[in-house]
């Protein structure tokens, strides 16, 4: 048994039995019901107005998720939005207007919407069927701005987006730039003026700037794709641009970048063990805030003395949790403020600049009792070719973790990584007697550009070895019941779990596949059209069919094309209208196993995408997975 890990999982155990404040040991949680942990919060997703005088969130409306309206002095909300088919997701306010995207049954071609505050003048600003809206920049704190934003629209070829202005009461659209050079991306310095774009050749982005509107673009850097280049923000003089690098490093580090020059002015930090991942740029101000990346969990540097003041405050009142500024107003008098951990969602609080007091407006899931929850617990351990694999465990509350079942979760992507926050998935889990695992496996970002590579090409193989391993080491702590394993994910982890039954096909007692890749070759021919400019890039990292080298090793990796192998019962879930997993990644995984008599579950939602949005589809789709795993595991709680 590996000492330091043992001794880990020891303090673990210890902290879950002994942290409750009234009797000083933790009980074993009650078993919630299912929709104590998947229900819509009564609110989410808070934004405060730019006068601060209203701030706004998202709320349950006849079963989905709607934007409502509140004077900040005020206990009463008016809804503004009305979609009675499918949640709205993001949202924000734009002067004195609240803009939001929506799609159609899931297909991701956004359309953007805007409305007054009081829910009147809704107006249909990029009505086009087919076609999806990006936004490039919304020009939040640009005087003369509030009523425009820079959009990218696909209209005249589905591949690229051309940059327009668009007027958010009427409208209108101002065409910005002809993209007939098909820019894929495009940044804006603090006035609001395009002055970089960048083209990629599938694996290479090239990067054009132009010292202003009026001037042509001309190349400025060329990156593989596997090197980082973003440009966070300008300076205050417009002039040198504050960037996030890895080049010639591991880690992606911040950097002032001359662009006359092209070159790096100088490092302005780094962190030795991650990626750093966020930087906020004060633009009314004009300074460097502060960035951010994640280790075991989020840290944050503050440049700004103003800034450090507002997050030393925060930490101060809210230590032992997460907190963040997530919302503030023009003149930085108010601000919305969002503390939460892996026991709580996160409560919502007004915050005042001037006297530093919070005041709490929303639990928007009262009925999640923090004490009822399982910890989530870093940890990490070694794979088979001496990689360090970090993840995350969480056992079930003040339950001996000792010949537990288990649910193995990888993330999707592949390209993401888990952190430390609330996971209603994993939380529920817990809650049903289970141990879960999740691995950020090589290929995993955050991690630096070593680590991140390693997964190129190695789907189904040193990823799921990473995966695999991930097991062996529960087995070996004693924790896991060999008998009593599952494997569940969703997109690439649902991809996962099809390469775990099918190629560890003794590993695991039930496997849970959500909108996951199980050809290979299917896939590849079925992305959506505005990912065809990074096909090459994919090509790179994953295969590409047409080289015959790799063809045959994605005909290896491809669980379709090993359905004999299959003995683990399955449950399938997917949307008919996905556009990133086609809804024939699912139906030949089914078809290929009822005709050899593996048990399998499948489940279609044909008003939905990747993912389950909408409410009662999220709840069929929890309660048929709860009474699989209960079927096949005999967790006892």
């Known amino acids: 048994m590996n000492k330091f890990l043992s001794s880990a999982l020891v303090i673990l155990f210890i902290v879950s039995c002994n942290a409750g404040k009234d009797t000083g040991k933790e009980e074993p949680a009650p078993l919630l019901d299912m929709k104590t942990f998947f229900r819509n919060g009564e609110k989410a997703t808070f934004r405060i107005s730019p006068d601060g005088n209203y701030f706004s969130y998202r709320a349950d409306f006849n079963g989905k998720m709607n934007v409502f309206v509140q004077k900040a002095t005020d206990t009463t909300a008016v809804r503004v939005t009305n979609d009675t088919l499918r949640s709205i997701g993001t949202y924000f306010w734009k002067g004195d207007r609240i803009v939001y995207m929506q799609d159609v049954g899931g297909?991701?071609?956004?359309?953007?919407?805007?409305?007054?505050?009081?829910?009147?003048?809704?107006?249909?600003?990029?009505?086009?069927?087919?076609?999806?809206?990006?936004?490039?920049?919304?020009?939040?704190?640009?005087?003369?701005?509030?009523?425009?934003?820079?959009?990218?629209?696909?209209?005249?070829?589905?591949?690229?987006?051309?940059?327009?202005?668009?007027?958010?009461?009427?409208?209108?659209?101002?065409?910005?730039?002809?993209?007939?050079?098909?820019?894929?991306?495009?940044?804006?310095?603090?006035?609001?003026?395009?002055?970089?774009a960048s083209k990629t050749d599938g694996v290479n982005v090239t990067w054009y700037y132009r010292s202003d509107e009026?001037?042509?673009?001309?190349?400025?850097?060329?990156?593989?794709?596997?090197?980082?280049?973003?440009?966070?923000?300008?300076?205050?003089?417009?002039k040198n641009m504050y960037v996030l690098t890895n080049m010639g490093r591991d880690k992606i580090t911040l950097v002032e970048y001359d662009p006359v020059s092209k070159k790096e002015i100088k490092e302005i930090f780094s962190t030795p063990d991650y990626d750093l991942a966020e930087l906020t740029y004060d633009r009314k101000r004009q300074v460097l805030a502060s960035v951010s990346w994640e280790a075991e969990k989020e840290k944050r540097h503050l440049f700004d003395p103003e800034w450090k003041a507002v997050y030393d405050g925060l930490y101060k009142k809210f230590e032992g949790y997460q907190a963040k500024v997530i919302s503030y107003n023009d003149e930085r008098t108010k601000a919305v403020v969002w503390a939460g951990s892996d026991r709580l969602p996160g409560r919502y609080y007004l915050y005042d600049f001037k006297t530093g007091q919070f005041r709490e407006v929303a639990n928007p899931f009262p009925w999640i009792n923090e004490k009822q929850m399982a910890h989530m617990q870093p940890v990490s351990y070694t794979s088979r070719d001496g990689l360090t694999i970090n993840g995350y465990?969480?056992?079930?509350?003040?339950?001996?973790?000792?010949?537990?079942?288990?649910?193995?979760?990888?993330?999707?992507?592949?390209?993401?990584?888990?952190?430390?926050?609330?996971?209603?998935?994993?939380?529920f889990l817990a809650?049903?007697?289970?141990?879960?695992?999740?691995?950020?496996f090589r290929g995993s970002t955050g991690y630096g550009r070593k680590f991140w590579e390693a997964g190129f090409k190695e789907w189904g193989k040193k990823m799921q070895d990473d995966i695999t391993d991930g097991v062996a080491w529960l087995i070996k702590e004693g924790i896991a019941d060999p008998q009593r394993i599952a494997i569940y994910g969703a997109s690439y982890g649902g991809y996962a779990t099809?390469?775990?039954?099918?190629?560890?096909?003794?590993?695991?007692?039930?496997?849970?596949?959500?909108?996951?890749?199980?050809?290979?070759?299917?896939?590849?021919?079925?992305?959506?059209?505005?990912?065809k400019p990074y096909l090459e890039q994919l090509h790179e990292m994953v295969g590409n069919p047409g080289n015959p080298a790799d063809s045959s090793m994605l005909a290896d990796v491809s669980p379709a094309l090993h359905a004999d192998?299959?003995?683990t019962p399955l449950f399938i879930a997917q949307g008919a209208n996905d556009p990133r997993v086609n809804i024939a990644e699912s139906d030949q995984m089914v078809e290929a196993l009822r005709s050899r008599g593996v048990e399998v579950e499948y489940m279609v939602k044909h008003d939905e995408g990747h993912g389950f949005y909408n409410q009662d589809n999220q709840y069929d789709f929890y309660e048929a997975m709860e009474k699989f795993l209960e079927k096949h595991l005999k967790a006892k709680n």
Do not use: C
């Not at 809650?431 to 950020?440: C, F, S």
């Open 107 to 196: 297909d991701e071609n956004f359309q953007l919407f805007s409305v007054k505050p009081d829910g009147s003048d809704l107006k249909a600003l990029t009505p086009f069927a087919g076609v999806r809206t990006d936004i490039i920049d919304a020009l939040h704190e640009i005087q003369g701005k509030e009523k425009e934003m820079i959009v990218g629209i696909n209209k005249r070829s589905r591949e690229y987006f051309d940059p327009y202005l668009i007027n958010i009461e009427t409208g209108a659209l101002t065409l910005l730039y002809d993209n007939r050079e098909n820019y894929t991306g495009w940044a804006t310095d603090n006035t609001g003026a395009i002055r970089l």
């Open 565 to 567: 192998k299959i003995k």
């Open 214 to 238: 009026k001037q042509p673009f001309t190349t400025l850097i060329t990156t593989s794709f596997k090197e980082t280049f973003y440009i966070g923000a300008f300076d205050s003089g417009n």
């Open 431 to 440: 809650n049903r007697g289970y141990v879960v695992l999740q691995m950020n």
């Open 498 to 531: 099809l390469a775990g039954v099918a190629f560890t096909p003794d590993l695991y007692a039930a496997a849970v596949d959500y909108v996951g890749v199980s050809n290979m070759f299917t896939f590849m021919n079925t992305i959506p059209p505005y990912w």
């Open 393 to 427: 465990l969480t056992l079930p509350l003040a339950v001996k973790p000792e010949n537990l079942p288990v649910v193995i979760n990888p993330h999707g992507g592949p390209w993401a990584r888990d952190g430390w926050y609330f996971n209603n998935e994993i939380q």
